[in-house]
């Protein structure tokens, strides 16, 4: 009952009208705890919400994430014209959260709707890649300049590898030379990795507003036609580029294996999956895209790939303080998932951009 007194309060905090009715935990994901509270309204119809007490040990500074949040969903709500955007309530004050008994909540519009952890069907994957496309799409014109950086270096390629490298040099539980052969792979392949970083320093790949979580998981689908109705969970929501959203959406979605499976070795690019997700994904964004970030599209799973492999490999060399383990070399199979994964994109980089020309041909 204490709970349930709160989330009213909450919800009277974010001006919410009715009447209360009833209130459920909803278990997923693994950073905010995240409740479905509804309410009738006056004509007597049931409306749901969904109210988040966010983990601000994981966001240090929860103001600036829904700064970013807010500045983008209503530049979003105020364009869209398919789906249903995602609808962050605002207090009297017109702030998009509140304090309550030394937590941090928000609140936003519940969407009946299905999710996939995995998928094997290209038309779902091509729904998903509209989705992120139309999210580029409608911020095309936004300026990504307006949002806090709220994990630093995120997407830094150069300096994830260099500090992968100078933890291995350091080598503080004698694990790098188990390792040798990731290590020298990594290090022979950085300039590539670290191409689009030179690029966008150049000034040759602009700063775009970016989800940063690119997984299928966070695309609600309907549960009649599978389309794409929104894009959720958007707290990593940063500039960066967009290679970024759509290397990391391959590198996930359409691996051949998950991400820790232990037979490392069958990982690697299904083209069928890939053809899917960019045929979406360019289908709503050939028009807003420059040349160099449409060519770089390939290089961008390359680049993701070999990025994450040396967060987990240093994760690994540390002891598994930051990634979440299941047993001690589970960031080491995921390392070599990820290496696997990159070989393979490398291999068919030709394919990859002749399916990207078909895609933006039409």
């Not at 609140?107 to 009946?112: D, H």
């Not at 806090?148 to 503080?172: C, G, M, Q, S, V």
């Not at 589970?330 to 998932?337: A, G, I, S």
Request: aromatic share 10%; charged share 25%; with cysteine.
């Amino acid at each position: 009952m204490e709970m349930e007194q709160r989330l009213r309060d909450i919800c009277r905090s974010f001006r919410i009208q009715g009447s209360y009715v009833e209130s459920e935990l909803i278990p997923v994901g693994n950073v905010n705890k995240t409740y479905k509270v509804t309410y009738r309204r006056e004509e007597g119809t049931l409306k749901s919400y969904i109210v988040q007490q966010v983990n601000t040990f994981v966001f240090r500074k929860p103001e600036q994430v829904m700064h970013n949040i807010d500045l983008v969903t209503e530049h979003i709500r105020a364009k869209s014209t398919e789906g249903i955007p995602l609808h962050f309530h605002h207090t009297a004050d017109r702030k998009t959260y509140i304090y309550a008994d030394d937590a941090f909540w928000r609140l936003y519009n519940y969407i009946p709707s299905v999710t996939y952890n995995t998928c094997e069907n290209t038309e779902v994957l091509q729904h998903a890649g509209e989705a992120f496309g139309r999210f580029q799409k409608n911020l095309a014109d936004f300026n990504a300049e307006q949002l806090y950086e709220t994990i630093p270096n995120f997407h830094n390629t150069p300096e994830r590898l260099r500090t992968l490298f100078e933890d291995a040099e350091k080598d503080p539980l004698g694990l790098a030379g188990s390792v040798r052969e990731e290590l020298s792979y990594i290090r022979s392949v950085s300039s590539q990795a670290c191409e689009m970083a030179r690029m966008q320093r150049e000034g040759r790949l602009p700063i775009r507003v970016t989800h940063n979580d690119t997984k299928i998981n966070n695309v609600l689908f309907d549960r009649n036609t599978n389309r794409a109705l929104t894009i959720i969970d958007l707290d990593t929501v940063m500039p960066g580029l967009v290679g970024h959203d759509f290397g990391d959406a391959i590198r996930f979605g359409a691996n051949y294996v998950a991400e820790d499976s232990r037979e490392y070795e069958k990982a690697g690019c299904s083209m069928e999956l890939f053809s899917a997700f960019t045929r979406g994904f360019l289908s709503q964004t050939r028009d807003t895209l420059t040349a160099d970030e449409i060519r770089t599209l390939p290089l961008s799973v390359f680049t993701l790939a070999v990025e994450l492999a040396s967060r987990f490999l240093d994760d690994y060399l540390l002891g598994n303080v930051y990634f979440r383990t299941e047993y001690p070399e589970h960031n080491l199979v995921r390392t070599r998932c990820q290496l696997n994964m990159a070989r393979d994109v490398m291999k068919k980089m030709g394919e990859m951009e002749r399916i990207i020309r078909e895609c933006v041909q039409g």
